[in-house]
T-cell receptor, first 112, second 118 residues
Framework: DAKTTQPPSMDCAEGRAANLPCNHS???????VYWYRQIHSQGPQYIIH???NNETNEMASLIITEDRKSSTLILPHATLRDTAVYYC?????????????FGQGTELSVKP | EPEVTQTPSHQVTQMGQEVILRCVPI?????FYWYRQILGQKVEFLVS????????KSEIFDDQFSVERPDGSNFTLKIRSTKLEDSAMYFC????????????????FGPGTRLLVL
């Protein structure tokens, strides 16, 4: 599975969009980009995943560049409850049952 | 919405004692995992389990650790003789089968068990 690079920390004002970047320049064609977050020491929470196309769900949007070497997770209207560590993880489509490799992630602080 | 549950939420034990951490995965899921997170550190993979056997394990998962699916609903992690360095949050996760053609398999995590070894 390809390695990812994320900024260690970011701030965002409450009510504004939070844009969290992730670089995955060695991603291969069958690897998905997943985003999880961890609030305090709670269990990692699945947010969204994508392969090539942009994806949106009730929590967030995922924008993947055309060359797939980077992506951005967008929380459209960040709230204080979105303060968490956000992890970008790349994982092969054929790696069924395989481990998730967590990095240090981006610590997002949403401020009033 | 289905979720992974874990018990107990907190466990305090003496060094050298055995502990069993319990997890109830999402009911139709077939893959099960344990991860741990030492305070202030990254989430680390321990083991994955499918079809009643270990699929993959990390270097952390030594002979002191074992996993079991004793019935159709529970998935347990046993630490035979706990050490101080086993103090951590332990997370269980589960995922569904996506099929032979591959695809996006999503792992869902439980809330964790905080283990403190004294």
């Amino acid at each position: 599975d390809a390695k990812t690079t994320q900024p260690p920390s970011m701030d965002c004002a409450e009510g504004r969009a939070a844009n969290l970047p992730c670089n995955h320049s060695t991603i291969s064609g069958n690897e998905y980009v997943y985003w999880y977050r961890q609030i305090h020491s709670q269990g990692p929470q699945y947010i969204i995943h994508g392969l090539k196309n942009n994806e949106t769900n009730e929590m967030a949007s995922l924008i993947i560049t055309e060359d797939r070497k980077s992506s951005t997770l967008i929380l459209p209207h960040a709230t204080l409850r979105d303060t968490a560590v956000y992890y970008c993880i790349v994982r092969g489509a054929y790696n069924q049952g395989g481990k998730l490799i967590f990095g240090q992630g981006t610590e997002l602080s949403v401020k009033p | 919405e289905p979720e992974v549950t874990q018990t107990p939420s907190h466990q305090v034990t003496q060094m050298g004692q055995e502990v069993i951490l319990r997890c109830v995965p999402i009911s139709n899921h077939l893959y099960f995992y344990w991860y741990r997170q030492i305070l202030g550190q990254k989430v680390e993979f321990l083991v994955s389990f499918y079809n009643n056997e270990i699929s993959e394990k990390s270097e952390i998962f030594d002979d002191q650790f074992s996993v079991e699916r004793p019935d159709g609903s529970n998935f347990t992690l046993k630490i035979r003789s706990t050490k101080l360095e086993d103090s951590a949050m332990y997370f269980c996760a589960s995922s569904d089968l996506v099929g032979l053609a591959g695809g996006a398999e999503t792992q869902y995590f439980g809330p964790g068990t905080r283990l403190l070894v004294l």
